[in-house]
């Protein structure tokens, strides 16, 4: 069935919304609805700087319908399931939190939605009670730059307080804003295993415990109504300690604490009981949807206009988050609120043109992974070079900064090649549109040689649990990015093995 809407419109559509016409697995109607949207949305745009009409542009056509779906998703399993309240944990749930209270004016749905502080630091430190794998799992983990000072601020400490053991070690105090290489982080385990440090540690965060259970309790965590929290994902990680936080308060929801996420990378729980519930991705999944979930584009998306939740204190008789800032200035001046708004208007539009009967979440999560694949995988300049630019930080403690797609000159192109000069979290396909021509090539290089050996590394996996389908797949994958791959002879082997398998 053809999919129709105003000549004039028609006229004016760009190659997202081409892309959603053309999908023939929804249904005709939600099509029009959704381009229509869409493209009313994108030429309502008031902003007239071209960084700023770019972000619009790509909120309103990219974004919004990604978010809108997930939200969506989560209000009618949060209706089937009985939950009458949602906690939008910050800061990935901010604009979350702004599309479902859009939906559910416009929609009618009945659901108490709130907007929750809380962050990995805030989360994680105030839930040790000792010091084991599972602590140094996260305290130790190295997204690309790790020291002591970085170490230290994990668990509130600073290296000064503890400086008389550091030195025992060799730790002057000139190394420790430097980079920890492998056995320099073990040596760092043994320090903090020392019991005068383990003492402070546990001190501090039992302070820290205390006051984050009483901001739960202020929020309604102990009320005995209904809840499940909203937030993107990857691991479960928080969730997991904020179970062990309301364990530790005695709010732990009867029949565990219910989570819903974009989508799970892997997942770790607390308790059994414990449900982690994921939209576009679930766990152990490698299909294309596995690839597009790009943690460092998707939080973009999803960013907040206010700075990360460091603790919880009480100020008179109200417990009150703390911030590293108040507000996200370098987000504010990148265009944050230019994307929120576009995102809200798609939201506001979308409800009057549609109900809640005519979508499916299916429908979202198709057009989820078109539109992702597009946008990753082949970004316009224009596109490259706004939402490249945009600043992130791996870092819980935002230590240290990136640009999401770094732009490279001439002189960059043979350390492009030949050393660990491109960071790992870099968005190459925005990168190679805004660098220069030679080193453009590099940087192909670079991009096809990582996918290859990522879909090998993932073939092998999947080969080891069994799934040979799901690794022959993903080892063609690995052959069609790069044929450097058969330089490896893990991938030889790999596929020896594949070749005879029953």
Not at 236 to 255: F, M
Not at 267 to 292: G, I
Not at 423 to 437: E, K, T, V
């Amino acid at each position: 069935m053809d999919v129709s809407f105003s000549p004039s419109i028609k006229t004016d559509l760009n190659r997202y919304e081409q892309l959603i016409v053309e999908n023939e697995k929804l249904s005709s109607y939600f099509r029009s609805q959704l381009v229509e949207t869409a493209c009313i949305c994108r030429l309502d745009c008031p902003e007239t700087a071209i960084n700023n009409k770019t972000i619009w542009d790509t909120a309103t056509n990219v974004i919004a319908p990604i978010i809108f779906g997930f939200v969506y998703w989560v209000l009618i399993q949060a209706k089937q399931k009985g939950i009458q309240r949602l906690y939008f944990m910050a800061r990935d749930g901010q604009i979350l939190f702004k599309v479902a209270q859009t939906i559910i004016s416009q929609w009618g749905y009945e659901i108490d939605c709130r907007y929750f502080y809380g962050s990995r630091q805030a989360f994680h430190f105030p839930a040790i009670e000792s010091i084991g794998e599972q602590e140094f799992n996260w305290l130790i983990d190295n997204p690309g730059f790790l020291s002591i000072r970085i170490i230290c601020e994990r668990v509130n400490l600073t290296p000064e307080l503890i400086a008389d053991i550091l030195s025992r070690y060799d730790f002057r105090e000139d190394s420790w804003d430097k980079a920890l290489n492998d056995s320099e982080i073990m040596i760092l385990i043994e320090i903090f295993q020392d019991p005068s440090v383990l003492e402070q540690i546990l001190a501090m965060a039992k302070i820290f415990r205390d006051k984050a259970i009483g901001y739960f309790k202020q929020e309604g965590m102990g009320d005995k109504t209904p809840y499940a929290t909203v937030d993107i994902g990857w691991s479960g990680k928080s969730q997991r300690s904020l179970s062990n936080l309301l364990a530790a308060g005695n709010i732990y929801p009867d029949t565990g604490l219910q989570g819903f996420f974009f989508g799970l990378l892997s997942s770790t729980q607390a308790f059994p009981q414990d449900q982690l519930m994921p939209y576009f991705l679930e766990v152990n999944d490698r299909s294309d949807r596995y690839f597009l979930c790009d943690p460092q584009i998707l939080e973009l998306f999803m960013a907040a206009d206010h700075g990360s939740t460091v603790r919880y204190d009480k100020q008179d008789d109200r417990y009150m988050p703390i911030l590293r800032s108040d507000s996200n200035e370098s987000g504010i001046e990148w265009g944050l609120l230019v994307q929120h708004q576009a995102i809200v208007n798609f939201a506001e539009r979308l409800t009057k043109n549609l109900q809640p009967q005519e979508c499916t979440s299916d429908y979202f999560k198709q057009i989820t992974e078109d539109l992702l694949k597009v946008f990753i995988y082949n970004p316009s300049k224009a596109e490259a070079e706004s939402f490249g630019t945009q600043p992130f930080s791996r870092h819980q403690s935002e230590s240290k900064f990136y640009d999401l797609a770094p732009k490279y000159g001439f002189k960059d192109t043979l350390k492009i090649v030949f050393s660990n000069y491109v960071h790992a979290f870099a968005w190459l396909p925005a990168s190679i549109q805004r660098s220069h021509l030679l080193a453009k090539i590099a940087l192909k290089y670079v991009n096809a040689r990582q996918n290859s050996f990522t879909y090998s590394n993932y073939a092998w996996q999947e080969l080891q649990k069994g799934n040979k389908d799901s690794s022959r797949k993903l080892a063609v994958k690995a052959l069609k990015s790069s044929p450097v791959i058969l330089l490896s002879r893990r991938f030889i082997h790999m596929n020896f093995l594949l070749l005879f398998a029953k």
